[in-house]
């Protein structure tokens, strides 16, 4: 089916999607197929990839939230992995390893200031519990304030920075020491914070908030703070790093250098999973370290071979200045995203973020669904933000041309048309005490998803066998 990229039947199709369903997620399948997202992927090239049955060329706006930065597919880098995997493998994680020390020593080059220092995960969330266990461990203090709306991952400690309840609701009790402030608010943080507090993690433009980004005075009023009270501050910079905001990483908009910095996703291209937290050459940090080598062990982060992906990466990233590229096709996009605004001042709120981590919000929360829902069928892969339903996300891969750039313009003004056909029958309806929250609600909002698609199947039939029936 993969092979030379022959059209999968509807039959094959079908086929996949309930054996999905069986061995892995019911639920995903039912949300992916109600969203009109039941795409598989083939051809992955560029800025999207083929639907394999219909052989349509989606663009990916959504990047899996920013792990292909470098573009989907990129042949240098799939070079360079096939070249490695000839030799290499993981290699032994206890062994020291010069393709772990090329990749550190060329990371340790890109990052801003004496952020040097570099210990290996295999996921973001993973690395975020080495990072906030790295501050604890070295402060030995166990307090940590995160951010409400902030989403650092499903592991243990990550989790638990996790601010959204959604996430966390259903594995309390959760790591002890964590608190939530609002994302932006110096004052809050300020009097959360104490000589018992040894980080405060945030991400510098939240994402799955829903695109805030931190502005100077806030991220130096944290540095200040933690300066004053001996605290670690944590820079998740998962989503923003690589280029994605218009600098290599977004802590240099505001000239603020975290103590610690968690990396993952792009980091190897969105083609060989690997993380790390990177981190300052500060005795604090370098004497815990030192003294405790194996405090966050994990056998398939910074493997020889991810190590050299992750070298390719960075690289590509150098050679093509793409942080450059983000900046200026992020303007481009987010000029015409206002103008959008301005056409249409019942739907859209408000266009922010930096480079190309854009986010259009919504006026209310079902809007969100809708427009994933027109987005799609024009041809466009987008996802709303996870802890901000209302906040659709462009995060494209920043290879991006500029004559792509209008393309996705173009098809982003056709699905607002395509999403203002239902606002007739939605307005009213919201309207309506308690129907608003029945229309926000994703449980709701999966069935009659779903049940529109069923019609439109249903209708797509009908016009089948109609056609079939009149060339007879
Ligand atoms: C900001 C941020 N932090 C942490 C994570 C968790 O990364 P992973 O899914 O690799 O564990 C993500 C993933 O979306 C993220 O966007």
Redesign the pocket.
Known sequence: MEGPFLPMSMKEKKTIFRMFAGHISRGQVKLMRAAHLDFLETQRKGIGFKDAQSQRFIIDCFTS??CFNVGRGNEEIISAIDEAAKDLDMGSSCLTSHHKLAFAKKLASVTPGDLTRVLFSA????A?DGAIKLARGATGHNEVISMIKA?????GF?LSANGKEYYRHLFEPLMPGFSFVPFGDLDAVRRQASDKTAAIIL?PVQ??GGIFVGDDFYLRGLRQLCDDLGIMLIF?E??TGFGRTGKMFASEHSGVIPDIM?I??SVSGGLYPT?AVVYRDIPVLVDFVDKNPWFHRCFSGGSDLGCVAASRVLDYFIKNRLWENAERMGVILKEALLQLQRENPKIIREIRGRGLMIGIEYLDEYMGALMADSLSKHGIFAVYSGNQPQVMRFMLPITITREEIERVIVITRAAVATMKVFLPLTEPLAKIPGVRLLLNNIHVQITVFEWIRLFEDLFASFKKSRAGEVRQ
Do not use: V
């Open positions: 939230a920013g996921g973001g969330g993973e975020i989403y650092h991952g499903h592991s990550s991400e994402g799955e998740d998962i989503q968690a993952a996703k993380a």
